[in-house]
T-cell receptor, first 113, second 112 residues
Framework: QQQVKQSPQSLIVQKGGISIINCAYENTAFDYFPWYQQFPGKGPALLIAIRPDVSEKKEGRFTISFNKSAKQFSLHIMDSQPGDSATYFCAASIGEYGNKLVFGAGTILRVKS | DAGITQSPRHKVTETGTPVTLRCHQTENHRYMYWYRQDPGHGLRLIHYSYGVKDTDKGEVSDGYSVSRSKTEDFLLTLESATSSQTSVYFC???????????FGEGSWLTVV
């Protein structure tokens, strides 16, 4: 039973396009929503994170949109580049405890040049 | 990478044999974790540690044990490896009061 449902499983985007990855959750106690980026052969690395008191957070070309009422959040990658090709994981946790972090199944993004 | 070394990085072992994966950190972080990554499942927590000799189970702990005798080292043991334990194993760390988890580069384990 996955507490965080992520879609799509894979995504192909043209260079310069917008990549959108969606996640949905059920547990309303979640209060921290990070996204991790993983390149082949490497461990995941924190990309960007949001708390439910804001609806959007932007860092460079990466934006998280958060819809508390719908219990959904999404990652938007603007002007997608081949170097963005990676696996992206959404996650959610309760409080400041890493052991409470639950991950989505991941999305494999390929940006075609 | 946040000062995390996993060993071995790749291992092939036979069903029924014991296997130990080692995680060593140089960050002096209190919390250490072992995750497994499988297609379609994302990352799932196996065990974690909140201090020396303090450990607890995660979501998928059956068939695994852990030990932490020093702040910097966290060992994951498969007492009797099974084919279902073929996976990529990631060690991770986080500081006290922080929920940012830093991952190692992974250990690829194949059980034949």
């Amino acid at each position: 039973q996955q507490q965080v449902k992520q879609s799509p499983q894979s995504l192909i985007v043209q260079k310069g396009g917008i990549s959108i990855i969606n996640c949905a959750y059920e547990n309303t106690a979640f209060d921290y929503f990070p996204w991790y980026q993983q390149f082949p052969g490497k461990g995941p690395a924190l990309l960007i994170a949001i708390r439910p008191d804001v609806s959007e957070k932007k860092e460079g070309r990466f934006t998280i949109s958060f819809n508390k009422s719908a219990k959904q959040f999404s990652l938007h990658i603007m002007d997608s580049q081949p170097g963005d090709s990676a696996t992206y994981f959404c996650a959610a946790s309760i409080g400041e405890y890493g052991n409470k972090l639950v991950f989505g199944a991941g999305t494999i993004l390929r940006v075609k040049s | 990478d946040a000062g995390i070394t996993q060993s071995p990085r790749h291992k092939v072992t036979e069903t029924g044999t014991p296997v130990t994966l080692r995680c060593h950190q140089t960050e002096n972080h209190r919390y250490m974790y072992w995750y497994r990554q499988d297609p379609g499942h994302g990352l799932r927590l196996i065990h974690y540690s909140y201090g020396v000799k303090d450990t607890d189970k995660g979501e998928v702990s059956d068939g695994y044990s852990v030990s932490r005798s020093k702040t910097e080292d966290f060992l994951l043991t498969l007492e009797s490896a099974t084919s279902s334990q073929t996976s990529v194993y990631f060690c991770a760390i986080s500081a006290e009061g922080g929920n940012t988890i830093y991952f190692g580069e992974g250990s690829w384990l194949t059980v034949v």
